[in-house]
Nanobody, 121 residues
Framework: QVQLVESGGGLVQTGGSLRLSCTASSHISDVYSMDWYRQAPGKQRDLVASINSGGITNYADSVKGRFTISRDNVKNTVDLQMNSLKPEDTAVYYC???????????????WGQGTQVTVSS
């Protein structure tokens, strides 16, 4: 069982920066993707950024140019650097890792507990 621990959330003013980090409790292999989602009160959980096994990244339009996702395969971490933060970025941010063994159609998704990011205006 993979456990994910997030850190780095907090309160920041508009225009500020935060760096979120997600660490897996054990070495992981067969990673399909490592992602960050966020969920604001009363809203659905949305994908913010993802990075696949080949290092290809994908971002929600609302964060393009401001957020950067990165991964460290040795440390089993995935980080999200958030710059130029806006009040609408306020949400609980969740780390997600999807594993898929080569040749298998099955994917297994693991979630962190979430970390609060609050951007004050």
């Amino acid at each position: 069982q993979v456990q994910l621990v997030e850190s780095g959330g907090g309160l920041v003013q508009t225009g500020g920066s935060l760096r979120l980090s997600c660490t897996a409790s054990s070495h992981i292999s067969d990673v399909y993707s490592m992602d960050w989602y966020r969920q604001a009160p009363g809203k659905q959980r949305d994908l913010v950024a993802s990075i696949n096994s080949g290092g290809i990244t994908n971002y929600a339009d609302s964060v393009k140019g401001r957020f950067t996702i990165s991964r460290d395969n040795v440390k089993n971490t995935v980080d999200l650097q958030m710059n130029s933060l806006k009040p609408e970025d306020t949400a609980v941010y969740y780390c997600n890792i999807v594993l898929q063994r080569r040749g298998s159609p099955n994917r297994y998704s693991y979630w962190g507990q979430g970390t609060q990011v609050t951007v004050s205006s």
